[in-house]
């Protein structure tokens, strides 16, 4: 018997993604098949490629409409099978993906975690921080925008529009638990750093959903603005199957960008716990700050806190630990956005008119965030290796889980100490 040859996508898997050989595979992306329909991919260039390579590379897809992503020296596009063929023969070419698709991870808190006290007794609000949410967009709710508004900023990638709005609803919520400052709760509902400003960056459409390149042009936006708006912060409650290391996954390496230039960069672990090896990316990059979710059961005291039975964990596909840190996650009130999408979707978990109730790591990663700010209120001389230092080393224990529940205060002690040093150091 002959042995069969194997399809041509698969002779050529160390420079395809696994989930563009699936998507070949599934659509029969056989020799006499190769201008079959349309796929979204990530082209991939090696270092150093000159211009007129590109231009090149430009050239043979002259069917699709390409669009340069700097960031991570790459393309996005839609490409036929015979295309993806043709380039993944050229030596500028390091690896082609499949333009996966990205979604929300959907599925007393202040005051469990020690923000609250922080607030009152530090006088901490994250004033002069900046937290840009990479999500559905920002509504403009009072709790964001009165006495004055702090949505700094607002670029969509989906439809382009100028002023803030969010159709999904996701977005909203994550600002509120990152910084509402409660003016419509008289203070209840208020997030982790209530003085601080927001970024929208809508990334995802009305249903929650997207793809990789429009989530890396994002945070390419964010790197490229980081001064004009004085972003310290990115919070990510989103993500994607990790399907392969994160030394080749788009996503991950352009959170690792961010995070070189200086930018903390806070993750959603993922909702797909309790079963184990279920980090999404970006978060399975060991840089960046993976936050899973808690529940606080409802309570002020932390000795009834556990991790949240829909908390993704570890290990990742590379054998790390992850998340690296718990926050609060379960039975979450914060901002609603009037007509969206989620406020019809959930509309039995609306709590008054301004708020609604969510649940999942997408609630715990914008705190996370809003404490990151509050940190660096504190200590602005903080690097992100720094902050997650903090976190991690100050967590108190969570049950039997190896990552640890978010301490604000103590985290907060820590980098007034950490303050207190380099003033020493530049004393000496």
Same mark, same amino acid.
Request: net charge neutral.
């Given at each position: ?176 638990? =990152? /910084? *509402? $400052?409660?003016?419509?709760?008289? #203070? ?9 400003? &927001?970024?929208? %960056? ?65 993750? =959603? /672990? *993922? $909702?797909?716990?309790?079963?184990? #090896? ?9 840089? &960046?700050?993976? %936050? ?67 649940? *999942? ?68």
């Amino acid at each position: 018997m002959s042995k069969q040859k194997k399809p041509w996508f698969e002779e050529y898997h160390h420079r395809i993604d696994p989930g563009l050989r699936y998507q070949l595979q599934r659509m029969g992306a056989t020799v006499a098949n190769l201008n079959s329909k349309m796929l979204p991919v990530i082209i991939r260039l090696k270092n150093r490629v000159a211009e007129k390579q590109k231009e090149s590379l430009k050239q043979i897809t002259n069917r699709s409409q390409l669009s340069e992503i700097q960031l991570i020296s790459s393309f996005y596009g839609t490409l036929t099978p015979q295309m993806i063929r043709i380039l993944v023969e050229r030596q500028e070419v390091e690896r082609i993906y499949y333009d996966r698709e990205v979604q929300a991870f959907l599925d007393i808190a202040a005051k469990s975690t020690g923000a609250r006290d922080v607030q009152l007794e530090e006088g901490l609000t994250g004033k002069g921080v900046t937290i840009a949410i990479l999500d559905t967009g920002v509504y403009p709710h009072d709790d964001l925008t009165k006495p004055h508004s702090r949505i700094r900023g607002f670029v969509d990638f989906v439809a382009g529009k100028k002023n803030p709005y969010d159709d999904q609803g996701h977005g909203t919520h994550c600002a509120g638990d =990152a /910084a *509402g $400052n409660g003016s419509q709760s008289e #203070g209840l509902y208020a997030g982790a750093a209530p003085g601080a400003d &927001i970024v929208g %960056v809508k990334v995802l459409d009305f249903s929650g959903g997207g793809r990789l390149s429009t989530v890396i042009r994002g945070i390419e936006w964010c790197i490229e603005n980081k001064e004009k708006y004085g972003i310290r912060v990115l919070s990510l409650s989103l993500g994607s199957p990790a399907l392969e290391s994160y030394r080749d996954d788009p996503l991950a390496q352009a959170a690792e960008k961010a995070w070189h230039k200086g930018i903390v960069v806070c993750a =959603a /672990a *993922g $909702n797909d716990g309790p079963h184990r #090896g279920t980090i999404s990316t970006p978060g399975n990059h060991p840089l &960046i700050i993976t %936050v899973g979710a808690a529940d606080d059961r409802n309570t002020v005291s932390r000795d009834d806190d556990v991790k949240a039975p829909f908390s993704s964990m570890g290990p990742t596909l590379d054998g790390l630990v992850k998340p690296d840190i718990y926050a609060p996650g379960t039975d979450i009130i914060s901002l609603n956005s009037p007509g969206s999408e989620l406020e019809k979707m959930l509309s039995e978990s609306r709590v008054g008119e301004y708020y609604i109730r969510m649940s *999942g790591t997408s609630m715990a990663t914008p705190f996370c965030a809003g404490v990151a700010a509050l940190l660096l209120e504190a200590n602005p001389y903080l690097s992100p290796n720094d902050i997650k230092s903090i976190f991690m080393s100050t967590a108190s224990i969570l049950g039997n889980e190896q990552a640890g529940y978010l301490d604000v205060k103590k985290a907060v002690q820590l980098a007034k100490q950490y303050l207190e040093n380099r003033k020493e150091l530049t004393k000496a």
